[in-house]
């Protein structure tokens, strides 16, 4: 059957012009979610994908989300949902990714105009969303229309869910899935999502875990408005002087964290898991050319990339309600808020984690003796994701990227969420993969976001040679 | 001599509505600094008071202090300068106030327009600069009408300083006084400023000290640009949790500054200071009103007052370059700037502290083995004042505040600092008194500033009676 991937292949070369002219007609519709103005530009991109769906042949339904919370004068833009081929002998695979972008302004520094896709002679593909995530979205398009031109037989059953709120939140997003598991998405036999990136920039990778994310306040508070320091200086406790000492207990500055009993949740490295990180596509130079600077916790990259991947870390990221402003403000800052996460990995488990992190605070800001009140807040949090990457699903990506890329791919985590991965997994119990399109250079979010014309045309390969072994695979999970 | 004071203080009497008018006047100018567009209005101010001086037979002249600094398309307005008197068998006493106020706007909250002096049946008189500080500047011309009107001899020659910028930095002051020093300023001998406020509401003070202020910052910093610390959480050195630490190390929560040996370099308590302390009309609920909490660092007055007016203090004021708006954000800062000032006491030179500040925060910084960079930077110091309060200016005043309000005044010292006493001090070379008119309550600076009319009325008495008592006292110093 993957012998079929030849004709395939070959299709996607001959359209690939045509392809890349579909991009820049998504490029150009500036879909920016977060803009309350560009409302029914993210609309008119959700349409845009709809019709072209049905001129492919697709069941497709626009499927309202209601009012956005807390604005309650626009409605949030349909969800896309659609279905490819409705073959009971064929597997089913869901696919999700987004049609709405981040913000873009010429005037932020862009060398090109974000909206008109602009290539240079290095094939590079300026645009916003061209990575993030017009173009892995439109791969999926693609790849129906280069089987149709091909005459290759759809080797699977699709699944479609593009949503227009990913850079908002996904506001709705996961009532709609939970809602939908058991109805559009039933059939699903796996999911895949093309919504992140290569570790790198020359190989490919297959994405299997993902962190969580723990954010909390912690609020310090004493006098009943901010002081003049010059005459209460010396004379009253300082919320800024407990809240450092609070902040200061957390973690060390070589990144070890101070919480009791944290490190006991966290699942032990096993020999195994150890000697992959040896093999991975990621060198030192690519830590300091991303951080832009040498100041590396780790020298070597094995610890590098657990670091980011399977152990948890804490950052704070900073105060609310102290002076932030450039200049000197003599003030005795009367309520200040300092902000910290955690980012968790298994088996660490969010009220396990609040529990430890509450009992923390708490004991520390006792210790030091304050007349000051001492508040926790558990801002938010979203659990890590692990899948299995010996699934079919995985091992059907892998052959799929040898086939193309005539390499292994990678197996890596991203040390971020993707907070919609854990939806789907939990929502339709299958597994799920994470096949990213682009590199790491891409710049998402981003001023200059590119897509690789190379990533663009080979990933439109890919997500077909997937589909086509995702066919082939035994059932083994 | 001094009996001729019955007279004065009756035509004071006489003339309240007058002087209350005047006030009105005053206010009815809005004076604001800070505000660019409102400076046709500072310099109508200065005008009014210039016009106000020569219809009480005073040389005035209004000296401009050339373009603001930063902003070269404003002047700066003038200080007005008056001598009112010259008989060399007289002694002179330059006072200073300032004609320049706050930006007020009656949404900030005022239950009242600001810019119309309005009086409540107790007799407070609401609106911008009643108390800080046209009030106080307006005593010393109605001082001079009402001894005209009684017929009453004028006790001294009176030089006169009044800016109109001290609410924006006194900009070009310092220059201007110390090139007046030797030339206008030339006969003063002793020098009363009327520009702070009672202790409490009941008990005038006569004011000896003031603490000065080192303000720094701590700038440290790593990544070439902030990060996502889902990404690079676990891989590098973040500045904020190194930050954390240098800051937590400076002062303890029970107010104590960790700086070594700065502590040596505070003059020691003597028994006889220490005893002065238990007199001042001031109790912990004074404080705790003014917190509006019971957070204070002591139980009892003496510790309460010698911490804000004779031992150093250290504020931390806040981190620039941090997340510090409301929310989450999960960044991780690339650079991050932490504000402090120590308000500093005798004996300590602002080099030295400078100095130990430097020392102490290099080596913590070294002791974090962290491999971002830490710069401290002086941002600004203004030294501490003391004067003597046994030179005949402050018997005099103690002696004109017995006969005003029958009671002894107290000896304060202040935790703020007012850096134009400093210049007077080292220009003239002179001995330098503050001598407040209003009281605690008159909320400089906020909301609903007032003056109450008493302080107003027996101020202008008590400015007059100083001038008197001053004319009597023996050369001591």
Redesign the interface.
Known sequence: MTAQLDPYFKQVDTLSDHFIDRLRKAVAIPSVSADDERRPDVVKMGEFLASELKNLGAEVHLRPLGKQPHKEHLDLPPVVIARYGNDKNKRTILVYGHYDVQPALKEDGWATEPFNLTIDDKGRMYGRGATDDKGPVLGWLNAIEAHQKSGVDFPVNLLMCFEGMEEYGSEGLDDFIYAEAKKFFADADAVCISDNYWLGTEKPCLTYGL?G?N?YSIEIS????D????????????P???L??V??SL?????KILIDGLDKLVAPLTEEEKSLYGDIAFTMDN?YE?????????DDKER?LM??WR??????????G?????G???????KVIG?F?I?TVPNMEIPEVNKLVEAHVNKVFAS?????TCKLIE??SGKWWVASPKHWNFTAAAKAVERVWNVKPDLTR????IPVTLTFEQATGKNVLLLPMGSSTDAAHSINEKLDKRNYIEGIKLLGAYLHYVAEEPMNA
Chains 1, 2 share one sequence.
């Open positions: 962190r994310c954010y004493g006098p009943g408005q002081l003049h320091s010059g005459v209460f200086g010396g004379t009253a406790h300082e800024m002087t407990d450092v000492r902040m200061g973690v060390d500055p070589s990144g830590l991303s951080l832009g600077s040498k100041t590396g916790l780790f590098t670091g980011r152990f948890p870390s804490l950052s704070l990221h900073g105060i609310e102290a002076f932030s402003a450039p000197a403000k003599t003030v005795i800052p009367a902000k996460s980012r030091l003796g304050s007349k000051n801002q938010h991203e040390g971020g969420s």
